[in-house]
């Protein structure tokens, strides 16, 4: 796995990035650090075919209110980066 950001693996998930998150107040299935800790586990193909990593607001929240310094919101930026350069989804038209 190449995605590179604020080391993931310091995520504990305390909820935070969710706390902060307006998509996860309004998505059930929008939880930043679960998407985090899916990743650490190896469940890429998965993530990359969900379509909820199209959810983001790109508020950077996430990120400014993680204890650890993840980064939540740069990975989802990745995930779908590879989502699309795999050809396994293609971007939402806005």
Do not use: H
Request: charged share 20%; aromatic share 10%.
């Amino acid at each position: 796995m190449s995605i590179e950001l604020a080391d993931p693996y310091l995520c504990y998930q305390c909820g935070r990035c969710v706390s902060v998150c307006s998509i996860a107040s309004l998505v059930k299935e929008y939880r930043p650090y679960r998407i985090v800790n899916l990743t650490k586990l190896g469940f890429l193909d998965r993530l990359l075919k969900e379509n909820y990593i199209w959810l983001c607001a790109r508020c950077f929240r996430c990120t400014e209110y993680c204890p650890q310094d993840v980064a939540p919101a740069d990975l989802v930026s990745e995930l779908q980066f590879l989502a699309v350069s795999r050809g396994i989804q293609k971007a939402p038209e806005t």
